[in-house]
């Protein structure tokens, strides 16, 4: 999961995340593990794994922040859901805006809508 507008103290609560264990390593080194790992790359932080039901990616949204849940293909924001797709049929988008990824999907190859 993907989460712009946060920072580390916010998610460290809604994921139960434990700062003063981390420890800096690469994402290869924790897929075996029982353990989360979180990056930061321009303001919006990644979380693997993170859970990214409805309910939990639309909690994540207060105050401001947005995620985008890859794993189920979902994006929400200011507590609705936008859009959600299958990652085999992306042209079958729903949710309250369906074009909110619109401007991130120009020149991807993607099927045509």
């Given amino acids: 999961m993907w989460i712009e507008g946060a920072d580390l103290d916010a998610l460290a609560s809604a994921f139960q995340l434990?700062?003063?264990?981390?420890?800096?390593?690469?994402?290869?080194e924790i897929l075996d593990h029982e353990s989360t790992w979180v990056a930061e790359v321009n303001g919006w932080f990644a979380i693997?794994?993170?859970?990214?039901d409805d309910a939990f990616l639309r909690s994540v949204?207060?105050?401001?922040?947005?995620?985008?849940?890859?794993?189920m293909n979902m994006y929400a924001r200011d507590g609705r859901m936008l859009v959600a797709f299958a990652p085999t049929r992306p042209e079958d988008?729903?949710?309250?805006?369906?074009?909110?990824?619109?401007?991130?999907t120009d020149g991807a190859a993607l099927p045509d809508q």
Wanted: aromatic content about 6%.
């Fill in 18 to 28: 434990d700062l003063a264990a981390r420890n800096p390593c690469y994402l290869s």
């Fill in 61 to 71: 949204t207060e105050g401001g922040r947005r995620p985008l849940s890859l794993s």
């Fill in 93 to 104: 988008r729903y949710g309250e805006g369906p074009e909110a990824l619109d401007h991130l």
């Fill in 48 to 52: 693997v794994p993170a859970r990214d």
